[in-house]
């Protein structure tokens, strides 16, 4: 038996990304042992039986020797089972069933079955992004992987069944063509949400066009049933369709959070977490890991219904999210960032009885206290609140003339997230929404009197600072809508209309 | 405006003796005990302890002139009370100022009105001392207030809004900026008015010179009114040197669980006059009835009217636009027209309701 030892390179994913791990096999007589090292969790462990099984039932040879197998680098703590082909090539390598000069240049990954089947893992995406970066040739993946790891260019991607030929395939005694790359998620020509199917409605539609427009974060309130979720879900079919580079980052993120099609992203994510969903389920943790429903929402929605239902703490969490568009989760001394630039959608009743208005029997202590639970700090993320009317069951059925398609309104989107990263092309950011006091106060300029009425606002106090700049943000998005590049005060007197009351004023 | 030797003199005095006056009063409760009252030599006495020599010695190297042309420089005005353009009403005062440092141009102080409260008011504090500076501002009253933080800053701030004149009367050097964060206000209050002290430029605040500063507030206004004030506090005592020369004293009421309210709802129970806004401060000042305060006015534009009408009728906005046959972008603009006029306001999430205007 020729070799003893033999390392095959592998990945463990850590959030959404993933970091180069090498799987060792060493080789020596002995009592018949097979020992795992290299800080492994349970799954890992678990992957002795499965490469044992895997290797006898593919009618190779699993040696009946002392058998140690260690991941590198030691520290790192993994899980999963993505490395069972790993060390299941690393024991073929080293009990000389392969060659190990085949394994050069090449990574592996992917769960096994007990009949040797390979089976498809989370984040094959991220996996083949690392492997690019570490300058391999060739990756090696269950053949449901391939298409995805394959959007990868510059690495040559094979898709392999079993593990027999896994082995065959090491050997040269068969081969496969280089997978190609997923076709996009085959998208209706016409979004299925059509905002034209929404009758009335028009501030929430005037809202959700702006918020599209400039990236903004929208609170939409009115009674139960009045459509804010049908609002809501029609949000990503006018946002501008996602560039290459959004999809690809959209993709890894649904695959390394186990929600992936195997395609290449068409649409922006919409997710719509239950406001019983915690902390950490909104920004993330957990064991692994795991994106929390902000990181899945990246690039696209983040929807939370019923607003005031949400726990505070729940709500509070998501600030510093929304703010810095990526989160950091700390796993025992290291911390994972996920990324996190998600609009913010959220939806709640008028008042705490939420019946219409004419029935409605909330005093001013009940509207307070209403308001006080939700969270201070994530209003104050909030760039515009529209009204969501309780549309009568008569104007349902009837219905009047469709309003604007959602193909038009992106078209109009579009063309003003164009003029923004023209606009924004040297400072980081590529829309209105993304812009800090700072950028907003040097980019959006307004005349003298407009400028007058603001602090005229502000004076009263009913304007903090940051809502200034909030309202400047989305006065410029407005006249970006309207092609223009100057903000004329009709702009700025819209943005004040759809500003968010400040909580204290509210809670008051 | 301009002062006499003798006034001036005093004044630089009392700059020197500031912090030898803070180690005698500044324990809490202490109040300056008639010691203002005192003439020059009796308060060095009374203060100066063993730095007797030093001050007599700091004092013998002031010149008049040379104040006054370092004032002139630094466009510091100055009056005092043997001259004219000193405001007469201060006499009434047990121990009143004999020279004031003003910074800005002292405005009508015939029919003044203190506005004074907490420096941690609650936003219906906040709120009515806006409203009442500007309402009286809108109606050519001086507003007389402190510059605090709360509700000092927030009467300051809407008789300017209001187009009126107001005046700030500070606890050290009318040149001393205090507290910082309101610097803008006190650039426009200086503007639109005059900011004054009977302390020479330069001097810092002391813990004694609040109520010092207190006694000149009740002194130059008719009327004192407090909007909201703990118990005990400051702007109590403010109220106290009002009764005490014989002025009327008026209080906003308070909510009873507030304990920002104490104050001033005790002062409604021992007889102050309910203020529940500036017609209230108009009917005391001129009579009942005799000087209406400009009633809201509808906006001129038919628009702005209609989504008014909307509003009022507890229309939703998406509704009152098509109603008004506007386009929401218009309806959403006219809200915040309205809102700025003070016609509309905030009522909850996203929902607003008919305000009594300017």
């Known amino acids: ?508 | 405006m301009s002062a006499c030797d003798a006034c001036l003199r005093r004044g630089r005095l009392l700059g020197l003796l500031a912090p030898r006056i803070a180690g005698l009063l500044d324990r809490p409760g202490s109040r300056s005990a008639g010691i203002l009252a005192l003439p020059d030599a009796d308060l060095i006495d009374a203060v100066a302890g063993e730095a007797v020599e030093e001050v007599h010695e700091r004092m013998g190297e002031f010149h008049a002139e040379g104040e006054r042309a370092e004032l002139a420089e630094r466009g510091i005005g100055v009056a005092c009370r043997h001259r004219p353009g000193f405001p007469g009403q201060l006499g009434e005062l047990h121990d009143p100022p004999t020279a004031l440092f003003a910074v800005g141009e002292l405005p009508e102080l015939e029919r003044a009105v203190a506005i004074v409260g907490s420096r941690s008011a609650s936003p219906y504090g906040l709120e009515v001392a806006y409203e009442l500076g500007r309402g009286l501002g809108a109606a050519g009253v001086t507003v007389v207030s402190g510059l605090a933080l709360g509700i000092d800053a927030a009467a300051h701030r809407g008789c300017l809004d209001g187009g009126g004149r107001g005046v700030a009367v500070l606890a050290g050097g009318p040149d001393v900026i205090y507290p910082r964060q309101n610097g803008r206000l006190y650039e426009q209050i200086a503007a639109n008015g005059a900011v004054i002290s009977e302390m020479p430029p330069g001097t810092r605040p002391y813990r004694w010179s609040f109520p010092a500063r207190n006694r000149i507030m009740a002194g130059l206004s008719e009327l004192t009114v407090l909007v909201e004030a703990a118990d005990p506090s400051g702007s109590l005592i403010t109220a106290e040197f009002a009764r005490d020369i014989g002025r009327a004293v008026g209080a906003v009421p308070g909510r009873v669980t507030s304990r920002f309210a104490a104050g001033t709802n005790g002062l409604l129970r021992d007889g102050a006059i309910p203020i529940t806004g500036a017609q209230d401060v108009l009917d005391e000042l001129f009579g009942a009835g005799a000087l209406e305060l400009a009633s809201a006015q509808l906006p001129s534009d038919p628009a702005l009217q209609a989504v008014l009408a909307g509003i009022e009728a507890g229309r939703n906005l998406g509704e009152l636009a098509s109603a008004a046959g506007l386009t929401v972008r218009e309806a959403r603009a006219a809200l915040a027209r309205l809102e700025a006029d003070g016609l509309v306001k905030r009522s909850g999430l996203g929902s607003y309701e008919r305000a009594a205007g300017r």
């Open chain 1, 1 to 508: 038996m020729p070799a003893m030892l033999a390392s095959v390179a592998t990945f463990a994913l850590e959030g959404v990304t993933s970091r180069e791990v090498t799987v060792e096999a060493d080789i020596r007589r002995g009592l018949p042992t097979f020992t795992l090292v290299g800080l492994p969790d349970r799954a890992i462990r678990e992957s002795r039986e499965r490469v044992r099984a895997a290797l006898l039932n593919s009618e190779l040879e699993f040696p009946m020797k002392r058998l140690t197998v260690n991941l590198a680098p030691a520290h790192l703590r993994k899980g999963g089972p993505g490395f069972d082909l790993g060390i299941a090539v690393g024991l073929l390598a080293a009990s000389g069933q392969v060659a190990p000069e085949a394994l050069q240049g090449c990574a592996v990954c992917g769960e096994l079955s007990l009949s040797g089947e390979l089976r498809p893992v989370r984040g094959a995406l991220a996996m083949a992004m690392r492997a690019r970066e570490a300058g391999l040739r060739r990756l090696i993946v269950p053949v449901e992987n391939a298409p995805e790891a394959a959007l990868v260019e510059g690495l040559e991607v094979l898709g392999v069944p079993t593990l027999v030929r896994m082995r065959d395939l090491l050997r040269g005694d068969w081969s496969t063509d280089p997978a190609e790359p997923a076709a996009p998620a085959s998208t209706p020509a016409e979004p299925l949400l059509d905002f034209a199917d929404v009758r009335g409605q028009e501030d929430a539609k005037r809202a959700l066009e702006i918020a599209a427009a400039g990236g903004h974060n929208v609170l939409m309130v009115g009674p139960p049933g009045s459509g804010k979720t049908m609002l809501a879900r029609r949000l990503p079919g006018i946002l501008p369709p996602p560039t290459l580079e959004e999809a690809l980052e959209i993709t890894q993120i649904e695959s390394a959070g186990g929600l992936g099609s195997g395609h290449l992203a068409a649409e922006r994510p919409f997710r719509a977490p239950h406001h019983t969903t915690s902390p950490q389920g909104l920004v993330g943790g957990g064991t692994g890991p795991q994106p929390g429903e902000i990181t899945l929402a990246h690039r696209g929605v983040l929807f939370l219904d019923e607003l005031a239902e949400f726990a505070r703490d729940a709500l509070d969490s998501l600030r510093q999210p929304l703010e810095d568009g990526s989160v950091q989760v700390m796993r025992r001394q290291r911390s994972v960032e996920f990324p996190a630039r998600a609009m913010l959608v959220a939806a709640c009743n008028p008042c705490p009885c939420a019946k219409p208005p004419e029935r409605c029997s909330c005093g001013p202590l009940e509207r307070g206290r209403y308001a006080r639970r939700l969270s201070g700090p994530l209003l104050d993320r909030i760039d515009l609140a529209c009204q969501v009317d309780s549309v009568p069951l008569v104007e349902l059925v009837t219905g009047r003339s469709r309003g604007r398609d959602s193909r038009a309104v992106r078209g109009a989107v579009v063309a003003a997230r164009e003029r923004q990263r023209a606009r924004l092309a040297d400072s980081g950011v590529s829309c209105n929404g993304e812009m800090d006091g700072r950028l907003t106060r040097r980019v959006v300029k307004v005349d003298a009197d407009v400028r007058g009425r603001l602090l005229a606002v502000a004076g009263r106090q009913l304007l903090s600072g940051r809502g200034h700049d909030r309202v400047l943000r989305v006065a410029r998005t407005i006249a970006d809508l309207d092609g223009r590049e100057r903000v004329r005060g009709d702009d700025v007197d819209e943005a004040l209309g759809y500003r968010v009351a400040g909580w204290e004023e509210l809670a008051a």
